[in-house]
């Protein structure tokens, strides 16, 4: 038993507060002790679910897919922009080969194609009803990096390069 340091009555060992005066028997570090024990918790809880936050997005990422320049916003190199030129105008004369079979004519309209150029991809496509010509430049790459197509009866694009056949992509790289 200990006595109360206020008003003197008895008291059990464990206890933090006198029932008779309501005083507080114990220090305020005494008391708060339970208390960084509650918080250390809370502080463990948000770190162990911000983990396992980064885990699920991790393993939630697509394989493969993801290029480091796209996570940083950083311009492709040269050879990258190539080929997303390259890919781009393949698709394309696959789509105006495919209008063409279903319609009778080429297209002048990429919306009506169901065209939509990659990033940083411009292409410029003038047709006419028997022929068409593309090509495509990138942005914030030398001018005389790019690719072009044609089709039909028309004539090939001359910038920044000049295919040679009817229906393939070539590129350059601007070099020479």
């Known amino acids: 038993m200990k006595l109360c340091p206020y008003c003197s009555s008895s008291l059990e060992e464990d206890a933090v507060k006198c029932r008779r005066c309501g005083k507080w028997v114990v220090g305020k570090r005494d008391r708060e002790g339970p208390r960084r024990t509650r918080r250390w918790t809370k502080t463990r809880l948000t770190v162990l679910a911000g983990l396992l936050f980064l885990a699920w997005a991790v393993w939630a ?5 993801m290029n480091p320049r796209e996570i940083l916003d950083l311009k492709p190199s040269p ?7 390259r890919s781009d105008l393949e698709r394309l004369v696959v789509l105006q080969e495919e209008h063409y079979r279903t319609r009778g ?3 002048g309209s990429p919306s009506a194609l169901g065209f ?7 292409v410029s496509l003038i047709s006419t009803p028997t022929g068409w ?12 990096l790019g690719c072009g197509a044609f089709g039909g009866t028309a004539s ?3 910038s920044p ?3 040679s056949e009817s229906g ?3 590129c350059t790289d601007g070099a020479g």
């Open 61 to 65: 990422m697509p394989e493969g897919t």
């Open 79 to 85: 050879a990258d922009a190539i080929e997303m030129m």
């Open 105 to 107: 004519t080429y297209s």
């Open 116 to 122: 939509t150029s990659s990033k940083g991809v411009q």
């Open 133 to 144: 010509s593309a090509a495509a430049t990138f942005e914030e790459q030398p001018p005389g």
């Open 156 to 158: 090939p694009p001359r």
């Open 161 to 163: 390069i000049r295919p």
């Open 168 to 170: 393939t992509v070539e």
